[in-house]
């Protein structure tokens, strides 16, 4: 497995994809613990889990919890279910998986420009953010300056949080003119 894989190993099931997402949503869950149909409980906290069998849901939690991705507490006859660090880092993982720009019906006319300046001791997080830039259809102006034309603020600072990169590291500029960006209209067929 390639080094960069490492930022974007997805869980292998459904299951624990929509679980992972789902507490990385909802923060913090609570479930009463006066029935002893505790995973009947959980598959009515979240609806979209009817189509997955009780028994599944509950093995996922319970793997959740020792491989240390879930905090799981009981307090006055209730259970809180939250992530823990490592829990929250891969659950960015999959929110950074899924991420995608839209563009708007009509164009602003205003580029966006993310640039960065990422130290050579994290070479491994400055490639995984270039391939990520890629994917989402960016434009490489020059090597540590790409553009996109339509609006990704939010998914810039996801990313942005997601690899712990500074301002001074990753920045995110809206500029009305590029100066000679005949080449970059073409690419996003402006």
């Known amino acids: 497995m390639s080094k960069y894989k490492y930022y ?9 994809k929509d679980v992972l997402l789902w507490l990385a949503t909802a923060g913090v869950i609570t479930i009463a613990i006066s029935s002893p149909y505790f995973a009947a409980n959980l598959l009515r906290a979240h609806k979209n889990w009817k189509k997955y069998p009780r028994k599944k849901v509950a ?7 020792k491989e240390g991705l879930l ?20 659950a960015g993982r999959l929110q950074i998986n899924h991420l995608k720009i ?5 164009w602003d006319r205003r580029w966006r420009i ?9 070479r491994v997080k400055r490639e995984a953010l270039r391939g990520l830039l890629k994917r989402l259809g960016f434009y490489q102006l020059q ?38 960006d005949e080449a970059a209209r073409k690419f996003f067929h402006l």
């Open 71 to 90: 905090e799981i507490e009981s307090r006055n006859h209730q259970i809180y279910i939250s992530l823990t660090d490592d829990g929250r880092k891969r």
């Open 114 to 122: 993310v640039i960065f300046d990422i130290a050579h001791t994290q």
């Open 143 to 180: 090597k540590s300056v790409w553009i996109h034309p339509f609006d990704c603020a939010s998914e810039v600072n996801l990313l942005k949080d997601f690899f712990g990169f500074t301002t001074e590291e990753l920045r995110l500029i809206t500029a009305t003119s590029l100066g000679g």
């Open 59 to 65: 093995d996922v939690f319970s793997r959740f919890k």
């Open 102 to 106: 839209t563009p708007p019906k009509k």
């Open 8 to 16: 974007f190993r997805q869980p292998r099931s459904a299951i624990a």
